[in-house]
């Protein structure tokens, strides 16, 4: 039997460098079911991802305190933690999935939040239902918007104001380099309007509680020296607080992604794995190796020799052009009696045009059920492969895939039928720029 196993370190950390993190608190977090978090988390206390179900999360996880992970939930980042739970052995059956181990915390600095400081004025500003008003940078006091989508626009500069008030529907526009320095708090209605060319780089710092309402986008980074309280579904930017809160099937808009972060070319036969797994067949979600170059986001692979013990390759000898005895496939689907795997390149390309190549074979264990791998690049590519199980790897799958913006490489492999822990294999996975 193929094993499942991971080796947890110890580490002491040091918090003074996460000031970058894209949802940190000084004490704990709590992100509610089905919200997608793209940036690092920190907590000075405890983290929870989900409520009763999943929540995906692709930066880093670092918490001083405990990690509650709900059933389905997946971590695609590194994972520091004083303790997790469930425990690791207990998440495979409870479809819990992280591309890499946890990281058990001997000593943790609980970050230090930079203290708001505001001196408003006494000018309120109360913008009646239906009506617009334009602001300058100064002191105010209140700052309130009607109903029937009352509007504010706010130029460029910093603003330091009593507190921020807003009914349903209100709009806000800001101009770029807005800063806005609260004394008080921030209490948005629900479906407020928050847009502009400088929206995206504005700021919001709270010297004590900020509360969106529902059904909003909070383009700018926001900053409370008390709660941060993100309600259901929100399309949300940078938060650090004291505490933060994050509603249902809320959704941290994906940053920006810098030249420097994309690739023109990738490679992957999988064969570094042998380094790791000896003559041993194992489920290598974790494997440095292969994390390094492959997000896993549903269920989990494993890397099996070509010629192996378990017969997963009729013969043994389908492998073309290259049949080593001693290389490597993928299982698309592990040992773990979970989903069938779905995995991208942890990396995206730079818009251009691309030859795509890679392999499929069926699976001698997999029996007479239907199987099948969807691979996608961009919108431009999307194929559908089935293969029977004595279906050998043969030529390579290639394709010209041009992309107009940074994409991954998808593979989501499927069945039809019950789980026999085998699925399609994968190999030889080559993508490389052309004029």
């Given at each position: 039997m193929k094993s499942n196993v991971s080796k947890v370190a110890m580490c002491a950390l040091s918090l003074a460098a996460a000031s970058q993190a894209n949802v940190m608190s000084a004490t704990s977090i709590t992100i509610s079911d089905r919200t997608m978090i793209f940036g690092d988390i920190t907590s000075g206390t405890t983290t929870q991802l989900g409520g009763g179900g999943a929540v995906q999360t692709k930066g880093s996880i670092t918490s001083c305190g405990a990690v509650t992970i709900r059933d389905g939930s997946s971590m695609n980042g590194l994972f520091y933690a004083s303790t997790v739970s469930p425990a690791t052995t207990d998440w495979n059956v409870r479809n819990i999935r992280s591309s890499r181990p946890p990281v058990v915390l001997r000593s943790c600095s609980a970050p230090v939040i930079q203290t708001v400081t505001a001196t408003p004025g006494t000018i309120a500003i109360n913008v009646a239902d239906g009506a617009s008003r334009t602001i300058t940078p100064g002191a105010y006091g209140l700052i309130k918007l009607g109903n029937s989508h009352s509007k504010l626009l706010i130029k460029s500069g910093t603003y330091q104001i009593d507190s921020l008030y807003t009914s349903p529907y209100a709009e806000i526009e800001f101009e770029s380099g807005v800063r806005i320095l609260v004394a008080k708090g921030v209490d948005l209605g629900n479906f407020t309007n928050l847009h502009g060319?400088?929206?995206?780089?504005?700021?919001?710092?709270?010297?004590?509680?900020?509360?969106?309402?529902?059904?909003?986008?909070?383009?700018?980074?926001?900053?409370?020296?008390?709660?941060?309280?993100?309600?259901?579904?929100?399309?949300?930017?940078?938060?650090?607080?004291?505490?933060?809160?994050?509603?249902?099937?809320?959704?941290?808009?994906?940053?920006?992604?810098?030249?420097?972060?994309?690739?023109?070319?990738?490679?992957d036969h999988f064969d570094r794995a042998a380094e790791y797994i000896g003559n041993n067949e194992n489920s290598l979600d974790n494997d440095p190796v292969l994390t390094a170059k492959w997000n896993i986001l549903r269920g989990t692979i494993d890397v099996v020799k070509r010629e192996s013990r378990f017969g997963f390759l009729v013969g043994n000898t389908s492998i073309i052009p290259n049949p080593d005895p001693q290389g490597y496939v993928v299982d698309l689907e592990g040992s773990s009696w979970q989903s069938p795997a779905k995995l991208e390149t942890s990396k995206a390309f730079a818009p251009g045009k691309y030859l795509v190549s890679y392999r499929l074979a069926g699976n001698n264990r997999q029996g007479g059920d239907t199987y099948w791998v969807d691979v996608s690049f961009g919108p431009g590519y999307k194929v559908r492969t089935t293969k029977a199980f004595d279906q050998p790897f043969g030529q390579a799958i290639t394709a010209e895939v041009t992309i107009t913006q940074p994409e991954k490489f998808v593979i989501d492999a499927g069945r039809q039928g019950a789980s026999v822990r085998a699925n399609m294999l994968l190999d030889d996975v080559v993508i490389r720029q052309i004029p």
């Open positions: 060319d400088g929206a995206g780089a504005a700021s919001i710092e709270v010297k004590r509680n900020f509360r969106s309402g529902t059904d909003m986008t909070i383009p700018m980074a926001i900053l409370s020296n008390g709660t941060i309280d993100i309600r259901d579904r929100v399309n949300f930017n940078r938060l650090t607080g004291n505490k933060v809160l994050i509603g249902t099937d809320c959704n941290q808009i994906k940053p920006i992604i810098s030249p420097d972060d994309m690739i023109t070319s990738f490679e």
